[in-house]
């Protein structure tokens, strides 16, 4: 399985949907690399996403990286070297103003 690539300015993030749990090495190698990994894991067995989650959150403490919910299916993880900013849970749960159009 090959990740979706989108290169900017040096860096790089990776979105990966994984179709097993082998998928969770390529995870790691992708953060060694030291690229930020989207990563979707929508339509996965439950089991096999909670064992992904898990061999990649460990892979992600080894190297004192940074791992956060985007939403309930949806992580960003990110190496050592990129910070995070911002709470992707609160902006997504509608603690930010939107515009509304009412048809004017």
Known sequence: MRPAKKSTAGMEVC??????????????????????????LEGLDVDIAQRIIDFTSGSCFAISGNLQKISHYIFIITPAIVDISGDFQEILSGSFDVPINNGV
């Open 15 to 40: 979105v990966i949907k994984p179709t097993s749990i082998e998928d969770a090495r390529e995870i790691t190698e992708t953060l060694l690399a030291n690229r930020t990994v989207v990563l979707n």
